[in-house]
């Protein structure tokens, strides 16, 4: 089209005080700020309407393309691109046609690889690896109060006790084939490997627990930490804020996942304790005190819990008065100390000078 018009389009570069208002003519015919050599010029130039692309190309062609041979090249090479354009279409519109192109292009493909093996298979069998199986040993999980984690050997352990004891928050025996389980206060149980966690010295810092498993500390907190191997042959005591109460046992922890719900939570509430209850502490003088938010005390039979599966919600433990809240939970009759007490209040509370009720009772206000 350009070709056709080129004597115009000349013109109108020559005219032009800037290539901005030759390409406003080119796209939108304006001709204000162009100088013609005739009205007729100016005519014909106001009629003109090309893309913005076609005037690009325009105004990037070079001169030696207006020699007659480059000309009919060019006329050439579009009427070659209408070809491809119906072509194109007709394959896009009609599955008939895609039919044919995929079986050309598959006959082309078996002609250039279709040929026999050149090798023979003597074994197909695949290789398999065995892994070499893990020297089981002793080893203590242990980690602090800002969540930073390690294993440690059993020799470095027994070696710095009453270090370990007094520095850290949470210490576990476990195996190293072991999974170390992690109940929170959001009624959810991680699970990581032991194989996983870093090994470390006594004085390494050891590894956040976030950047081990799904545990996250900014949305949960840990109330309890058990190898798996223990809690096959155990139970665990539920207890939430709004004292619902219930023992599960543990072989239901035994799962594959990582993470899975250890409990079913009422809307609003979270679990204020989880405790690990053994075969032996589930005798008949096993007790459980439970304590409130605003001070009461509640101390009954641990035989009066439930026993319920991991999906059900609970029974209630403890009458509470409103806005109150269960705060901790402690056992007793499963410790060899014969008078279990905790310091309320900057004085001791012993255990057994809490009148033994039966649960869902209120319990009594302790006053210091």
Known sequence: KACDIIDLIIEILRGSKSLK???SCLINGDTENITFKTQKSK???SKLCFT???ASAILEMRLYRLIGLEIMALQEEYAEILKKIDKYQDILEHPASMKRVMKKDLEKIKKNYGFDRKTELTNAKAAVVKALPIEEKEVVFVMDRFGYSKILDKNTYERNEETVLKEYRHIVHCMNTDKICVFTDTGVMHQIKVQDIPSGRLRDKGTPLDNIGNYDSRNEQILLI????????SSLLFVTASSMIKLVDGAEFIVQKKTV??????EGDILAAVRLVAAKEGSINAQIIMQSEEGYFLRFLLEEVTRKKKGAIGIRGMKLQEDDHIKHVYLTGVENEDNPSIIYKEKE???SKIRLMGRDGKGVKVRR
Not at 261 to 266: F, P, V, Y
Request: avoid cysteine; charge should be positive.
């Open 52 to 54: 913005e692309k076609q």
């Open 21 to 23: 208002d030759a390409k």
């Open 261 to 266: 719900a250890s409990t079913k939570l009422a």
């Open 349 to 351: 509370l012993v255990f």
């Open 43 to 45: 005519k014909e130039a």
């Open 226 to 233: 058990v190898p798996d191997r223990t809690l096959k042959e």
